[in-house]
């Protein structure tokens, strides 16, 4: 059965950094492309990014683009979100999720495996 499962969440000051990690088992790795989302309080899941495994064709909102970046290792079926520049509005719950590509990445009912979720707590 499919799993992932997230860590590296965590409280940070503004302007700081962390690395979310997404660790991938009962799947065929580069088969997936695997989604970045989060959910704040009061509001909606939001796609932050998504990555092709196979070709590492990798999307990003706007909103964080220069600051996080997506990254793999396959030797670890691992997907990284590193987050730089973090300000207090990236404070979330997130998420990876996985997917058969990347066409819709915005809308979370694409996405048919979730992990548990990471909680992102930036401070001013």
């Known amino acids: 059965e499919e799993q992932l499962v997230e860590s590296g969440g965590g409280l940070v000051q503004a302007g700081g950094s962390l690395r979310l990690s997404c660790a991938a088992s009962?799947?065929?790795?580069?088969?997936?492309?695997i989604g970045w989302f989060r959910q704040a309080p009061g509001k909606e899941r939001e796609g932050v990014s998504c990555i092709t495994i196979r070709d590492l064709y990798t999307v990003y909102i706007d909103s964080v683009k220069g600051r996080f970046t997506v990254s793999t290792d396959g030797a670890k079926n691992t997907v990284y979100l590193q987050m730089n520049s973090l300000k207090p509005e990236d404070t979330a719950v997130y998420y990876c999720?996985?997917?058969?590509?990347?066409?819709?990445?915005?809308?979370?009912?694409?996405?048919?495996?979730w992990g548990q979720g990471t909680q992102v707590t930036v401070s001013s």
């Open positions: 009962g799947v065929s790795f580069d088969a997936v492309s």
């Open positions: 999720a996985s997917s058969i590509g990347c066409a819709g990445w915005r809308q979370a009912r694409g996405f048919y495996h």
